[in-house]
């Protein structure tokens, strides 16, 4: 028998991952790419490896983040130095990973976009399509699920700003919403610049519904709040898909990265999911002989101890008003200074049944193990 042919469809993490995996593992791959490699990229560049599954990237870095500062009423700095987050230029990692794809023998084609109706096309020329595409995929826009994404996603605005960070230095700053509405974000990839976004990711919150206008103004009255100054150079922004989708196979198709709607409920990160799921449908794909589980259930045993912590946690910060929410801030920066003696004692004890749940979330945001 000859090799396998895969045809992956976006060249984002998800994608690429697949296909430098897919071309080690001995399967010819072929990758379209609608864009330039590492161009028009929807992100604020933290790189989170949330499960120690991922290699820490080696070109595009920018500066290990060792601390994190979190805010609701007052700011907390959060130790970051045992966490694998990494502050990364997207663009010139993408191009690394092309790289290393195409000197595996992948063949790469950019600036070709592939539509919904040339998926029956290429499911007659390939053994397996990986749509890697984002949202909305292009397999959901031919098997009509692309209105899943909005509902189960995080609605986000972001600017490129330039502008003075320096006093911020290398740290991500994090300005959280009580009731699990969502965060603002300042995540300086220089002194120099900053990715500065918003998010909404409660999908019973109203703001949800704002329209893309009153979205930004919110993203322009909390830069004001904040004394965010600077040249705007780039507005991007959209929807993350933070529910991974109960079905991840349609026929020789396998849905990857956001497209499966893997990204973190909690957060939105999704490049170590998205890289995860790239490589894990090659893997799949390459041991397929006596099939045991799958590809959807091998994704899911994959990232639901994950997920399922994230969960949990969400449906905690769903009850906090910004009082329980900034002590629970305070808890989790282990810096009580702001807290007077009375408040500490009553917000323990009503965060105390949600202990276990937050011992859990520790362990797995330090190791990566999210399992019992
Ligand atoms: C504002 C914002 C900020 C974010 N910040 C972070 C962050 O800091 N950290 C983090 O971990 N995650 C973040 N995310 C989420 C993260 O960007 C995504 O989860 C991640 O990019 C998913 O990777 P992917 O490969 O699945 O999809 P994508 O990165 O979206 O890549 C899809 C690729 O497919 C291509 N494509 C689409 N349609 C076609 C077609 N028809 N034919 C050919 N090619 C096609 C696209 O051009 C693109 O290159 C953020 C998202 C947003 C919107």
Known sequence: MGRQRVCVIGAGPAGLSAAVEGAR???????????????????????????????????????????????????????????????????????????????????????????????????????WIIDASGVPSITSVRYGFRDYYKPNGAVTVQYVIKGDFSSQGKRLKFLAFPHYRGYFWVFPKSSTTANVGLGYFNPECKDR???????????????????????????????????????LQYGKILLVGDAAGCASPLHGGGIDTALITGREAVRWIAGNKEKESSFTDAVWRILSPKLNVEKQVCQIWKGLDLEALDMAAALIAQNYQNIGIMKLIRYSIRLLPKLSTALRFRRGLMTGRWTN
Not at 91 to 98: C, I, K, R
Request: proline content about 1%; glycine content about 8%.
């Open 25 to 127: 593992l001995g399967l010819e791959i072929d990758l379209f790419e609608r864009s330039e490699i590492g161009r028009h990229i929807r992100c604020a560049e933290g790189f989170f490896d949330s499960m120690h599954l991922v290699d820490k990237p080696k070109v595009g870095m920018r500066y290990k983040v060792d601390e994190a500062v979190l805010k609701v009423k007052n700011e907390y700095r959060v130790d970051c130095r045992k966490i694998n987050l990494w502050m990364i230029d997207r663009g010139e990692w993408q191009q690394d990973l092309a790289e290393q794809a195409r000197a595996e023998g992948v063949r790469i084609f950019e600036k070709t976009r592939i539509t919904s109706d040339q998926l029956a096309d290429l499911e007659s020329k390939y053994d």
């Open 209 to 247: 519904s704002l329209s893309g206008k009153q979205l930004w103004a919110r993203l322009d009255q909390l830069m004001v709040q904040e004394k965010i100054t600077g040249q705007i150079i780039k507005r991007t922004g959209g929807v993350v898909p933070i529910r991974l989708r109960e079905q």
